[in-house]
């Protein structure tokens, strides 16, 4: 290769954005003949329209903007795919003190168990309805998000309507501990690592890892338009190459110190490098008195599989979108949806397999309430919930 | 004649909302609007409510800088919600991708109520491009003024240290600068630079 390629990715100050920074800051995506500008952006709104708009060759984006996006749903319709997955999990649900105790005082077995905390949840949302107080408010990031669907999932779980019983607001995510410590939300779900930047201030729990309401979820997906990857096929895949390079290389423990250094810089999340280690090493100080809570799930980027895209998982974001009356029902869609997540280029890239072990859940998603998940007959999975907008 | 007087007529009657944390920048996008005949324009900034202080304004159309990260709160209004009198949509027009490519690059992104013909905000939209780019225009030329004030202090006083030091005219000093700044191929004001910090060593 006589010239490097120069490509220009947007992503937003997250610890999910790992794989892409890891690839362009440690040399991976030089490696590979490629020039990466990586550019940091405010909201996931001007990720998703400048890679529309082609400003950007490829971004990091929330796997829930691409599927929607490649649907044509909730905003214009750009053909996306998703060839690499940078994520699973990786968020948290975070509460304020004040309903941290709400909830423990209502909780009927362990803390640690989302049914036990969604129907303390329930409790509470009733009395306060009782006492005629105001609903409570949850953060979440964005109307096509992870984050809002397992907080839905969580609550609907125990009969707690997210549309009726409480209310579910939009805040970017430098806003959230802000907006819990100013009482304006009484809890959020974000990623790393504003929830241990909340526990740390002393105003907040982690109440849950959303890796204990599913075990695997897509989170955030590296997305370009299809248009430029079939005109870019070179540096697609050698994006994909990088990609895999630096998921490998964070998955090492061995790299741990080095990856958190590269992550925290100021130009990149900007945070103390003993957070970015602590959601690397998914082990989270979950309470202002120290507890810590530790899981092997918190956020995968390249292990057991996470980084091969999988259908599945885009089969259950749309399922959550009917759900929540975000889009309808329909076959070409719940296609269109699947068809976002490109394993097949993953498979030509790198070689097939890179699957799930065997111990991983058998549906590929490992939901802690209903049945099994089936990617391909939604209206029976939908028609199972009790709670939902059709 | 009646039908242009009635067009002018609705389109001042819209209720505009700019949401812009640079309060210069949203002033003189505001007087541009009113200029155009746009009697309802109100300013929002911060983040605390700001949905609800949208709504509570119930406005035709939404500006929003790209710097904001509020930006995706505004999101929220496209879904269907209890919350939402009126459905707000962003204004795209599939056609023209270039416009929505000058707003991105102008620093704006608009949002329109649900419905709303796009071309009668389309003028809307270019004046806050407009307006977004006189606004970086004179950041910038600004940013040059204070820089190039900042070099003229840098020189003087490298200028002072080599007249006292070699016994040398001003002129003298500053040919003896522009020299080295040749022969280095750099700034004036990078030699002035190291001069002040060398003295500052050597001291």
Request: hydrophobic share 45%; proline share 5%; aromatic share 6%.
């Amino acid at each position: 290769m006589t010239e490097n390629r120069k490509l220009r990715i947007g992503f937003i100050p997250l610890a999910d954005a790992a794989a892409l920074i890891v690839a362009v800051d440690r040399g991976f995506a030089r490696e590979e003949g490629l020039d990466v500008e990586l550019v940091r952006e405010v909201s996931w709104s001007n990720v998703r329209d400048k890679l529309n708009i082609g400003m950007f060759d490829a971004a990091h984006l929330l796997a829930p903007v691409a599927i929607a996006s490649n649907m044509g749903i909730g905003h214009v319709h750009v053909p996306i795919i998703a060839p690499f997955n940078l994520g699973l999990n990786g968020n948290a649900i975070t509460v304020t003190s004040a309903l941290y105790e709400a909830l423990r005082g209502h909780a009927e077995g362990d803390m640690a168990d989302p049914k036990v905390t969604a129907k303390a949840l329930a409790k509470i949302v009733l009395e306060r309805r009782q006492k005629g107080l105001p609903l409570l408010k949850f953060g979440m990031t964005f109307p096509f998000s992870t984050h809002n669907y397992q907080l839905r999932f969580w609550m609907a779980s125990a009969g707690v309507d997210p549309d009726e019983d409480v209310q579910m607001v939009v805040l970017p995510p430098p806003f959230m501990v802000e907006s819990i410590k100013n009482g304006h939300v009484d809890a959020f779900c974000v990623g790393a690592p504003w929830n241990s930047v909340a526990v740390e201030l002393g105003i907040a729990h982690i109440l849950h890892f959303v890796s204990e309401i599913l075990q695997r979820a897509a989170e955030k997906v590296l997305a370009m338009r299809v248009t430029w990857a079939a005109e870019n096929r070179d540096a697609l895949h050698a994006l994909v190459r990088a990609h895999k390079k630096a998921a490998d290389f964070i998955e090492n423990e061995v790299n741990r110190d080095e990856v958190s250094r590269i992550l925290s810089a100021p130009d990149r999340l900007n945070v103390a490098p003993e957070i970015t280690r602590r959601t690397l090493d998914g082990r989270l100080k979950v309470s202002p008195g120290g507890d810590y809570r530790e899981s092997d799930r918190y956020l995968m980027v390249g292990r057991r599989g996470a980084a091969r895209p999988d259908r599945v998982q885009a089969s259950w974001l749309y399922a959550q979108m009917v759900r929540w009356g975000q889009a309808p029902l329909a076959k070409e869609l719940l296609l269109a949806a699947r068809e976002t997540f490109r394993p097949d280029i993953y498979d030509q890239v790198l070689g097939a397999g890179d699957l799930p072990p065997e111990q991983e859940p058998k549906d590929g998603i490992g939901a802690f309430d209903g049945p099994e998940f089936d990617p391909l007959d939604l209206e029976k999975h939908l028609s199972g919930w009790s709670i939902r907008r059709r | 004649m009646i039908s242009l007087a009635s067009q002018v007529f609705s389109e001042s009657n819209l209720k505009i909302v700019i949401v812009d944390d640079s309060p210069v920048r949203s002033a003189i996008l505001e007087e541009g609007l009113r200029e155009a005949g746009h009697r309802h324009v109100i300013r929002v900034e911060g983040t605390d409510n700001l949905l609800e202080r949208i709504y509570a304004i119930d406005p035709d159309v939404i500006l929003i800088d790209l710097a904001n990260p509020s930006r995706d709160v505004l999101e929220q209004m496209f879904r269907v919600s209890r919350a939402v009198k009126r459905p707000i949509a962003m204004f795209v027009d599939q056609s023209d991708s270039a416009s929505i490519a000058a707003a991105v690059d102008a620093g704006v992104s608009s949002y329109i109520v649900d419905g709303l013909k796009k071309d009668r905000i389309k003028h809307i939209l270019d004046i806050s491009i407009s307006r977004f780019n006189a606004f970086s225009r004179i950041s910038t030329e600004l940013e040059q003024t204070k820089s190039a004030l900042e070099e003229r202090k840098v020189i003087d006083r490298a200028k002072g240290i080599l007249m006292k030091r070699k016994s040398l005219s001003e002129e003298e000093a500053y040919t003896l600068l522009r020299a080295a700044a040749q022969n280095e191929k750099k700034k004036i004001a990078e030699i002035a630079q190291s001069i002040i910090t060398a003295a500052e060593l050597l001291k």
